[in-house]
């Protein structure tokens, strides 16, 4: 079916990354309680996504532990768009885009599914048809030629989403 593509597999899809990390929404904004989830921030004009890692010591011990991923803009790319590359995961990457950016008309890169794990965008055909997707869904982006879409990011939480290419 061409209509939405909305699904709870985020899960299944970061295993499939080989992911040993576990990526949690932002809600409170509080830090390093273990019940409290972590959020994305701003240092010195950086932007952050912060994680929890889950890893076993030189015993076999298991240990939680915070990590942050960086996201830098790319040469070329829409100017407010910005990304973490994950290494060993075949050119898969997580996106951010901030509370209330917007692309202009443009086509993907590639072709690729798109994860959402935290905030909202309101994606644009040319078609003139408008759809939302929020956490949870999945989106395959297929349109590398033509007129392309228009993203918005709706609210006023960052949009974040795993981008796993499918040539």
Known sequence: MRGKLIGA???????????????????????GTPDSPHDSA??????????ERIYADTQGESHFDTGRMT?????????????????GAKGA???RLPAGATEDWHTAP???FLFVLR????????????RR???????LMDDRHGK??????????EHFAVAIPVE
């Not at 299944?12 to 509080?30: N, V």
């Not at 997707?133 to 989106?139: D, L």
């Open 71 to 87: 996201f830098s803009h790319v040469p070329g790319a829409p100017e407010a768009l910005s990304l973490h590359v994950l290494e």
């Open 9 to 31: 597999g985020i899960a299944g899809a970061l295993l499939s990354l080989g992911a040993i990390t576990l990526l949690r929404g932002a809600e409170s904004g509080s830090r």
């Open 93 to 95: 990457t997580i996106l």
């Open 42 to 51: 701003t240092h010195g004009g950086t932007a952050e996504l912060v994680y």
């Open 148 to 157: 392309g879409h228009l993203t918005r990011v709706v609210g006023s939480e």
């Open 119 to 130: 905030g909202t965008s309101e994606v644009t055909v040319s078609d003139g048809t408008v």
């Open 110 to 112: 590639r072709r690729q």
């Open 133 to 139: 997707f929020g956490p949870g869904s999945v989106i």
